[in-house]
Protein backbone atom coordinates (compact mmCIF):
# COMPACT_ATOMS: atom_id res chain seq x y z
CA UNK A 1 0.00 0.00 0.00
CA UNK A 2 0.80 3.67 -0.70
CA UNK A 3 -0.34 6.55 0.93
CA UNK A 4 -0.25 10.37 0.60
CA UNK A 5 -0.19 12.16 3.78
CA UNK A 6 -2.72 15.43 2.78
CA UNK A 7 -3.20 16.91 6.00
CA UNK A 8 -0.83 16.94 9.53
CA UNK A 9 -2.12 19.75 12.02
CA UNK A 10 -3.75 20.21 15.20
CA UNK A 11 -7.52 19.52 15.46
CA UNK A 12 -9.16 21.69 18.07
CA UNK A 13 -13.20 21.01 19.53
CA UNK A 14 -15.15 22.46 22.73
CA UNK A 15 -16.65 19.78 24.73
CA UNK A 16 -17.92 16.58 23.25
CA UNK A 17 -17.49 17.82 19.51
CA UNK A 18 -20.99 18.71 18.93
CA UNK A 19 -22.05 21.40 16.81
CA UNK A 20 -23.62 23.79 19.32
CA UNK A 21 -20.94 23.14 21.75
CA UNK A 22 -18.38 24.76 19.58
CA UNK A 23 -19.81 28.31 20.07
CA UNK A 24 -19.99 27.86 23.92
CA UNK A 25 -16.97 30.12 25.50
CA UNK A 26 -17.38 28.23 28.61
CA UNK A 27 -15.92 24.60 27.53
CA UNK A 28 -12.80 23.60 27.71
CA UNK A 29 -10.85 23.90 24.46
CA UNK A 30 -9.81 20.43 23.28
CA UNK A 31 -7.25 19.04 20.70
CA UNK A 32 -5.19 16.15 19.22
CA UNK A 33 -3.14 15.93 16.17
CA UNK A 34 -5.19 15.19 13.30
CA UNK A 35 -3.35 13.61 10.21
CA UNK A 36 -5.08 12.30 6.87
CA UNK A 37 -3.74 9.78 4.83
CA UNK A 38 -5.59 8.82 1.30
CA UNK A 39 -4.06 5.30 0.01
CA UNK A 40 -3.16 5.30 -3.80
CA UNK A 41 -5.02 2.94 -5.50
CA UNK A 42 -7.98 2.12 -3.50
CA UNK A 43 -8.57 6.19 -2.51
CA UNK A 44 -9.06 4.99 1.07
CA UNK A 45 -8.77 7.82 3.45
CA UNK A 46 -7.10 7.11 6.93
CA UNK A 47 -7.67 9.23 9.67
CA UNK A 48 -5.57 9.57 12.72
CA UNK A 49 -6.29 10.79 15.77
CA UNK A 50 -3.39 11.33 17.64
CA UNK A 51 -3.22 11.98 21.90
CA UNK A 52 -1.43 15.07 22.93
CA UNK A 53 -1.05 13.77 26.53
CA UNK A 54 -2.51 15.57 30.05
CA UNK A 55 -4.55 18.92 29.73
CA UNK A 56 -5.33 18.55 26.18
CA UNK A 57 -9.26 18.87 27.01
CA UNK A 58 -11.88 15.88 26.48
CA UNK A 59 -9.84 12.85 25.53
CA UNK A 60 -10.68 11.49 22.07
CA UNK A 61 -12.33 8.29 23.05
CA UNK A 62 -15.05 10.48 24.65
CA UNK A 63 -15.88 12.24 21.67
CA UNK A 64 -15.15 10.61 18.65
CA UNK A 65 -18.09 9.70 17.56
CA UNK A 66 -18.74 13.69 17.16
CA UNK A 67 -15.76 14.71 15.89
CA UNK A 68 -15.32 12.59 13.29
CA UNK A 69 -18.19 13.10 11.10
CA UNK A 70 -17.44 16.98 11.50
CA UNK A 71 -13.66 16.45 10.56
CA UNK A 72 -15.59 14.47 7.48
CA UNK A 73 -17.36 17.60 6.43
CA UNK A 74 -14.83 19.88 6.91
CA UNK A 75 -12.20 17.79 4.51
CA UNK A 76 -15.08 16.05 2.65
CA UNK A 77 -14.57 12.18 3.94
CA UNK A 78 -16.69 9.82 3.10
CA UNK A 79 -17.09 7.53 5.89
CA UNK A 80 -17.95 4.78 4.04
CA UNK A 81 -14.48 4.75 2.37
CA UNK A 82 -12.27 5.72 5.68
CA UNK A 83 -10.26 3.84 8.32
CA UNK A 84 -10.18 5.83 12.03
CA UNK A 85 -7.41 4.89 14.40
CA UNK A 86 -6.30 6.67 17.98
CA UNK A 87 -3.39 7.03 18.67
CA UNK A 88 -1.78 6.79 22.27
CA UNK A 89 2.42 7.50 21.60
CA UNK A 90 2.97 7.52 25.19
CA UNK A 91 1.36 4.24 26.24
CA UNK A 92 3.77 2.06 27.97
CA UNK A 93 1.73 -1.20 28.32
CA UNK A 94 0.78 -3.47 25.37
CA UNK A 95 2.09 -2.26 22.53
CA UNK A 96 -0.81 -3.28 20.44
CA UNK A 97 -2.52 -0.28 22.28
CA UNK A 98 -1.13 2.27 21.32
CA UNK A 99 -3.09 1.97 17.96
CA UNK A 100 -6.42 1.72 18.41
CA UNK A 101 -8.61 1.14 15.75
CA UNK A 102 -12.33 2.90 15.78
CA UNK A 103 -14.56 0.35 13.93
CA UNK A 104 -17.22 2.56 12.32
CA UNK A 105 -20.83 0.25 12.45
CA UNK A 106 -23.42 3.35 11.70
CA UNK A 107 -24.20 7.00 11.34
CA UNK A 108 -27.23 8.48 12.68
CA UNK A 109 -28.56 12.07 13.98
CA UNK A 110 -29.08 12.93 17.80
CA UNK A 111 -32.05 15.31 18.74
CA UNK A 112 -30.11 18.01 17.66
CA UNK A 113 -29.47 17.23 14.34
CA UNK A 114 -25.92 16.01 15.02
CA UNK A 115 -24.57 13.34 13.03
CA UNK A 116 -23.37 10.68 15.06
CA UNK A 117 -21.24 7.88 14.89
CA UNK A 118 -22.04 4.30 16.35
CA UNK A 119 -18.55 2.55 16.82
CA UNK A 120 -16.46 0.28 18.62
CA UNK A 121 -12.94 -0.04 19.08
CA UNK A 122 -10.23 -2.76 18.55
CA UNK A 123 -6.46 -3.05 18.89
CA UNK A 124 -5.04 -2.49 15.41
CA UNK A 125 -2.75 -5.41 13.81
CA UNK A 126 0.76 -5.37 13.49
CA UNK A 127 0.82 -4.33 9.73
CA UNK A 128 -1.05 -1.36 9.87
CA UNK A 129 0.91 -0.13 13.36
CA UNK A 130 3.68 -0.34 11.07
CA UNK A 131 2.23 1.93 8.42
CA UNK A 132 0.63 4.33 11.59
CA UNK A 133 3.93 4.88 12.82
CA UNK A 134 5.52 5.57 9.85
CA UNK A 135 2.89 7.87 9.39
CA UNK A 136 4.16 9.92 12.49
CA UNK A 137 7.51 9.80 11.73
CA UNK A 138 6.78 11.22 8.45
CA UNK A 139 4.93 14.59 9.61
CA UNK A 140 7.25 15.20 12.38
CA UNK A 141 7.55 16.79 15.58
CA UNK A 142 3.34 17.94 16.13
CA UNK A 143 3.50 14.61 17.78
CA UNK A 144 4.30 14.16 21.48
CA UNK A 145 6.41 10.77 21.09
CA UNK A 146 7.75 8.72 23.50
CA UNK A 147 11.62 8.95 24.54
CA UNK A 148 13.31 5.93 22.81
Not at 23 to 30: A, E, R, V, Y
Not at 48 to 72: A, F, H, K, M, S
Not at 82 to 109: A, M, Q
Amino acid sequence: MYFKVTYSAIYNWKGTGTEKEQNDPSLMDSFCHLIIAHEATTESAWMLLVDQGDDTGVPTTNCVEYIVPRICDKFQLKIDNLRVFEVWPYHKGDPRLKYTEVVISDISFDAEGNRVLRNSWRPTDEQDAKILDQFIKTVGDKVIREEE
